[in-house]
């Protein structure tokens, strides 16, 4: 069965939702620990031993008896060097201690560690501490199972593998690491006036870009992504679509989805049995959006061809459902007030770029101190600067900015301070 959404009622978090929905199963894959970085784990990672697995000395010096510490001891007969990777050695008497390093076993029966520092003298045989010392059972040593014990959970499944969650799953042998397998994306754009990006174009052309932004952000969410450009002639729609539709890659069409005369997607998806879930969306840029699942059931997410409303549309659905896809559990919702107050005078939901700005403290009358290309600011100390583009087409503007606000269609006037929806650009 066809279905149309009455564009007046959808909302940008309503398209998102019919989209989520309609996302196959996430799949998985194996892969070794060293091509596992900025994957998406799909496995709980538990301790396979205590962490840390034996009282760890924290500081080069001397492991003694507290107990002797206690009765005044200052003197020591050194029994030898524990160091790092070596068993553990043994202390039975209150006037004797272990030199150790950083790193090494507590030696059984030694309760404390006296830093190299406060040695007033050492040698083979004999080691003298400074007076003042306490008695400080277990200080500077990091104790047996004190942070993890033994099967507890390090890592949950969702998490993006980075730096320390590579060096955890080191820690307990994850040699081999189950990881979201990404979906294969086709990066489609349509229309006659479109030119390769190494081709000089004339005056009624366009190099293509639109493809080429999207498969950047692929590149850096991992995806792997392929370009394919179809002339606005019906047929050649066909056949390219006939192919595609009934292979599980993901479709990703930029261009001909609106009512015009060389708009052909629309009547060719539902030609070959792609099922609607929506088109027309209250939004600027990216109105006339449209969503589908294909035979195969994967999704199909028709942009509209301008460039804002592709970038827009692209980074507002297409990358949470790639999130979602992957199982990932850490992409959250950052939300940013106006730096000032702006006014849009359409019942839309407008996706409004922005220029993230610190802030000296909270004083409303605080100076701007520095523009940030970091999008991950501080929720607390940062402000957005709105920076709109003349329109859907105007895309080389948005240079300056760090992403966009998505202001509600429910009003048309945005105050200064007021929060909304912040989606950074990739």
């Known amino acids: 069965m066809r279905i149309i959404e009455n564009h007046r009622k959808m909302t940008p978090s309503d398209a998102l939702q019919k989209i989520l929905e309609d996302l196959p199963e996430p799949s998985s894959e194996t892969v070794d620990l060293g091509n596992a970085s900025g994957r998406v784990l799909r496995e709980d990672i ?14 080069d010096g001397i492991a003694v008896r507290s107990s002797g510490i206690a009765r005044g001891i200052q003197s020591f007969e050194v029994l030898g060097l524990a160091a790092a990777g070596r068993p553990a050695q043994s202390l039975e008497q209150p006037k004797d201690c272990w030199r150790v390093n950083t790193g090494a076993v507590l030696p059984q029966g030694a309760d404390q560690i006296i830093p190299i520092e406060r040695v007033v003298e050492i040698t083979d045989q004999r080691a003298t501490v400074e007076n003042g010392i306490n008695a400080a059972p277990y200080e500077f ?38 990881v979201a397998k990404p979906p294969e994306v086709i990066l489609i754009s349509t229309g006659d006036e479109l030119v390769p990006v190494d081709q000089i174009p004339k005056r009624q052309q366009i190099r293509r870009s639109n493809t080429w932004a999207m498969e950047s952000a692929c590149m850096r969410l991992g995806i792997p992504a392929t370009q394919i450009h179809i002339p606005d002639d019906p047929k050649a729609i066909e056949d390219t679509l006939t192919q595609l539709l009934h292979a599980d890659s993901w479709i990703i069409l930029s261009g001909g989805i609106s009512k015009g005369t060389h708009d052909f997607i629309p009547q060719t998806l ?3 049995g792609a099922h609607q879930r929506f088109q027309w969306v209250k939004q600027r840029p990216g109105k006339p959006m449209a969503f589908y699942k294909s035979p195969s059931g994967a999704p199909v997410f028709a942009l509209p061809g301008n460039p804002m409303s592709t970038l827009c549309c692209f ?17 959250r919702i950052q939300t940013l007030p106006l730096a000032s107050a702006f006014h849009f005078d359409k019942p839309l939901a407008l996706f409004l770029p922005v ?43 948005i240079m300056e900015t760090d992403g966009f606000l998505e202001l509600p269609a429910e009003t048309n006037d945005f105050a200064a301070g007021a929060r909304f929806r912040f989606y950074p650009w990739i």
């Open 355 to 397: 220029q993230l700005a610190g802030i000296v403290n909270t004083s409303e009358t605080a100076p701007q101190t520095h523009i940030s290309r970091d999008p991950h600011l501080d929720e607390a100390s940062t402000r957005a600067i709105p920076r709109p583009t003349k329109n859907s087409g105007d895309f080389a503007s």
């Open 46 to 59: 538990y301790a396979d031993r205590p962490f840390p697995a034996f009282d760890r000395v924290m500081m």
């Open 270 to 272: 539902q030609k070959l």
């Open 315 to 331: 980074h507002r659905y297409v990358i949470p459902a790639i999130h979602m896809s992957l199982g990932q559990t850490t992409s």
């Open 141 to 178: 040593v990091h104790r047996e199972g004190s942070d993890f014990k033994n099967g507890d959970r390090l890592i949950g499944a969702g998490a993006v593998i980075g730096s320390k969650e590579v060096g955890v799953l080191a820690s307990v042998g994850s040699a081999h690491v189950t």
